[in-house]
């Protein structure tokens, strides 16, 4: 089944401790991105990934690190977290370009940071 | 800057009546237009796309859009909806001149019996 694979669904930390959420998928999609979904706000992106190796900055990106070292794989890194990350993440994979091809979304992770 | 405008935040409607949920884009430049719709506890997934051609577009659950450049606007519209479509739907967008996405705020539609 084709579809983008986020892990964990639920994560509470406390502040500072290095987190690490997963993403892959298996549609061989060259685009790949990071949101993070706040009441009122929308979904709003952190980083986005043209290719493996290319990586750029979205609208939210500080405190976040990520990487696209596989084209399969998008981890989104978070070295010391605080408490205003909590939120909604998504990840999501493009064909080639969401404006054209449009996106497939992972499950979610619901990050709590205490 | 390219942006994305959803007025409305929540729009209540009773079943089997119209809606019309409404999104309006900054740019006068050519925009491929995109809604997407969010479940319950859900990723969001692809609902209907405007490219090129023909700017009524439809998605196969019903709703329908129509891609508007003098007001520009891409609306969302149903005829009769379902207690079913009970759901957040998302305008989107790409930022022109750059590689980046951008999805509105959101109308969480709420579908009353």
């Known amino acids: 089944e084709a579809q983008v694979t986020q892990n964990p669904r639920y994560l509470i930390t406390v502040t500072g401790k290095k987190l690490t959420v997963t993403c892959s998928q298996n549609?061989?999609?060259?685009?790949m991105s990071w949101y993070r979904q706040d009441p009122g706000l929308g979904l709003r992106q952190i980083y986005y990934?043209?290719?493996?190796?290319?990586?750029d900055k979205g609208d939210v990106p500080e405190g976040y690190k990520v990487s696209r070292k596989e084209k399969r794989n998008f981890p989104l890194i978070l070295e010391s977290p605080s408490p205003n990350q909590t939120s909604l993440y998504f990840c999501?994979?493009?064909?080639?370009?969401?404006?054209?091809?449009?996106?497939?979304f992972g499950s979610g992770t619901r990050l709590t940071v205490v | 800057a390219q942006s994305v405008t959803q007025l409305d935040s929540q729009v209540p409607v009773f079943e089997e009546a119209p809606v019309e949920l409404r999104c309006n884009y900054s740019?006068?430049?050519?925009?491929?237009l995109f809604w997407y719709v969010q479940y319950p506890n859900q990723g969001l997934q692809l609902l209907l796309k405007?490219?090129?051609?023909?700017?009524l577009v439809e998605s196969i659950n019903g709703f329908e859009a129509e891609f508007n450049k003098s007001q520009t606007s891409f609306h969302l519209r149903k005829p009769s909806v379902h207690i079913s479509d009970t759901a957040e739907y998302f305008c989107?967008?790409?930022?022109?001149?750059?590689?980046?996405?951008?999805f509105g705020t959101g109308t969480r539609l709420k579908v009353l019996a």
């Open positions: 990934s043209m290719n493996v190796e290319v990586t």
């Open positions: 549609m061989n999609h060259e685009y």
């Open positions: 999501a994979s493009s064909l080639n370009t969401p404006w054209v091809d449009g996106y497939t």
């Open positions: 989107a967008v790409r930022a022109p001149g750059t590689y980046k996405y951008i």
């Open positions: 405007y490219l090129s051609g023909s700017t």
């Open positions: 740019s006068s430049v050519s925009v491929y």
